[in-house]
């Protein structure tokens, strides 16, 4: 059980255009996502929280209007990196909340910007 | 939530020892905690937890043990095997929903 999935789990793409990360609870609904970004040999880095039918709330320095996060269901939140630059090529990962507050992780997605 | 970017420390051990990743944490009011595993180019897996109220939970050659007078959390794993090497992070959950990570230590098993 507690399983996530993300799609695609690698993307390469030109600088300027826009690119769509999914994260999917695939056996349990999560009220709460969480969006991660983490450069190499690093730690993870919290973006924002998305909770079921409201807006994400975003960490400080996270621009919103770049890293747009919707949260349609209980078990679909997506990630659009909008104008993606080569500085925003990064490993991308999801988590998915139980109301037993553990966070379970997606298996990232690896984002390349030319 | 927060979490914190820095390098990586790392613990080499070898193979069939017992390894032992430390972990202090940062609120008081932390109540529940978790160990994750990642390896390269993967996401966390959980491994194991454990709430304020206890100090000690065992899993499949994992033990987690806790000590909040110090605030302290430390992971071990027996019989340590070449499947093991990965990064490990601890996480606190800060009430009411605050999740932070700790830096991560890469563990290298040794043939």
């Known amino acids: 059980g507690a399983v996530v999935s993300q799609h695609p789990s690698r993307v390469i793409c030109k600088s300027g255009t826009s690119v769509k990360i999914e994260c999917r609870s695939l056996?349990?609904?999560?009220?709460?996502m969480f969006w991660y970004r983490q450069f190499p040999k690093q730690s993870l880095m919290l973006m924002a929280t998305?909770?079921?039918?409201?807006?994400?709330?975003?960490e400080q320095g996270v621009e919103k209007d770049k890293f747009l996060i919707n949260h349609a269901s209980l078990t679909l939140s997506t990630l659009t990196v909008t104008s993606a630059h080569p500085e925003d090529s990064s490993f991308y990962i999801c988590?998915?909340?139980?109301?037993?507050?553990?966070?379970?992780f997606g298996p990232g997605t690896r984002l390349t910007v030319l | 939530g927060e979490s914190v970017g820095l390098h990586l420390p790392t613990l080499s051990v070898q193979e069939g020892d017992n390894s032992i990743i430390n972990c202090a944490y940062s609120?008081?009011?932390?109540?529940?905690f978790i160990w994750y595993k990642q390896e390269s180019g993967k996401g966390p897996q959980f491994i194991i937890d454990?709430?304020?109220?206890?100090d000690k939970r065992q899993g499949q050659r994992v033990t987690v043990l806790l000590n909040k007078t110090v605030k302290h959390l430390s992971l071990q794993i027996a019989a340590t095997q070449p499947g093991d090497s990965a990064v490990y992070f601890c996480?606190?959950?800060?009430?009411?929903?605050?999740?932070?990570f700790g830096p991560g230590t890469r563990l290298s098993v040794l043939p």
């Open positions: 988590s998915a909340s139980q109301p037993t507050d553990t966070q379970y």
């Open positions: 056996d349990f609904q999560a009220t709460t």
């Open positions: 998305s909770n079921e039918g409201s807006k994400a709330t975003y």
């Open positions: 609120n008081s009011a932390s109540d529940y």
């Open positions: 454990i709430r304020s109220n206890m």
């Open positions: 996480a606190e959950t800060i009430p009411p929903q605050n999740f932070v």
